[in-house]
């Protein structure tokens, strides 16, 4: 079964869509597959995905889960008994993607 690929607010939503927007679109599209294939496989084989040591805290949450897409990091966590993918940023990878 898929899981479904959700934000947890629309404050969430909104700060991920904003950077998205303003990406490159080939940096874009990459981003926007490697989301949608999230809801097949939230634990993708590879390097480019990595289960986090320590806590992340994005707004209130706190990521578990990082797939990295080119220099962009997506930050998740997972509710593996709901089925849910829950995004919470989308950040380009420098110093302070991870603080």
Excluded: C, W
Excluded at 12 to 27: G, M
Excluded at 37 to 54: C, D, F, I, M, T
Excluded at 59 to 71: D, P
Aim: charge should be positive.
């Amino acid at each position: 079964m898929a899981y479904q690929v959700v934000f947890p607010s629309e404050r969430v939503e909104h700060e991920f869509e904003k950077v998205l927007k303003k990406i490159p679109s080939d940096d874009r599209a990459a981003v926007v597959e490697a989301v949608r294939s999230l809801a097949q496989n939230p634990r993708p084989p590879g390097k480019s995905y990595k289960k986090l040591k320590g806590e992340v805290t994005v707004f209130r949450y706190i990521a578990q889960h990082r797939l990295r897409v080119g220099r962009y990091r997506i930050l998740y966590d997972l509710d593996d008994a709901r089925k849910k993918v829950i995004l919470l940023k989308l950040d380009k990878r420098d110093e302070q993607t991870y603080g």
